[in-house]
């Protein structure tokens, strides 16, 4: 391969790097074909900073009320023992595509299911976009609702656990 291939490639794998960045991608994989026997294959991986915390049972303090700020912060979905991965389980529903998961039909309106639900096979569950379109995913099996896994808004990947339906 010449200078000028290989500068161009590095700007090529700039590129895709940038656009892993600007796409809130975290893996993106393309193959270059400069001739029959002349190619180049790149994965481009952003790895996420894992951090896990375990909790010690707090102390019993007598003191002031938390702040606001504090009081008024998002509870998170209902918890699971911590070894358990939630895409293992036999009534998961994963996500078919990347993209962005919205669990009600419209802003401001109610969702298409919640924890506890009954749900038929085929019911809309909640939509994926993806690249400007609004996938419905049904529900693959009728039962009711343990868990929701994702958060309204939020991006979504490949195969990436979205509900537990038993």
Same mark, same amino acid.
């Given at each position: 391969?010449?200078? #000028?291939?290989? =500068?161009? =490639? ?10 892993? @960045? ?9 193959? +270059?074909?400069?001739?029959?026997? =002349?190619?180049?294959?790149? +994965?481009?991986?952003?790895? *996420? ?5 375990? &909790? ?6 007598? *003191? &002031? /009320?938390?702040?606001? &700020? ?6 998170? $979905?209902?918890?699971?023992?911590? @070894? ?5 389980? $036999?009534?998961?529903?994963?996500? %078919? ?7 009600? /039909?419209? /802003? ?9 639900? #009954?749900?038929?096979?085929? #019911? ?7 690249? !400007? ?6 529900? %693959? +099996? &009728?039962?009711?609702? !343990? +868990? ?12 990436? /656990? ?5």
């Amino acid at each position: 391969m010449s200078k #000028q291939n290989t =500068d161009s =490639d590095v700007a090529f794998i700039s590129a895709l790097a940038e656009l892993l @960045n600007k796409n809130d991608l975290t893996e993106l994989s393309v193959k +270059r074909e400069y001739g029959e026997d =002349d190619s180049l294959e790149v +994965r481009v991986v952003k790895q *996420a900073n894992v951090v896990t915390v375990a &909790a010690a049972p707090a102390p019993v303090v007598h *003191a &002031a /009320p938390a702040p606001a &700020a504090t009081a008024a912060a998002p509870t998170a $979905p209902a918890a699971a023992p911590a @070894n358990e991965d939630p895409a293992q389980h $036999p009534g998961a529903v994963t996500s %078919p595509m990347v993209g962005t998961v919205y669990l009600a /039909p419209e /802003p401001g309106a109610a969702p298409f299911v919640t924890v506890g639900a #009954q749900v038929a096979e085929g #019911q809309t569950v909640l939509i994926i976009e993806a690249m !400007k379109t609004m996938n419905h995913i049904p529900a %693959p +099996r &009728a039962g009711t609702v !343990k +868990r929701i896994l994702v958060e309204d808004g939020h991006p979504v990947e490949y195969g990436a /656990p979205l509900m537990i339906i038993e």
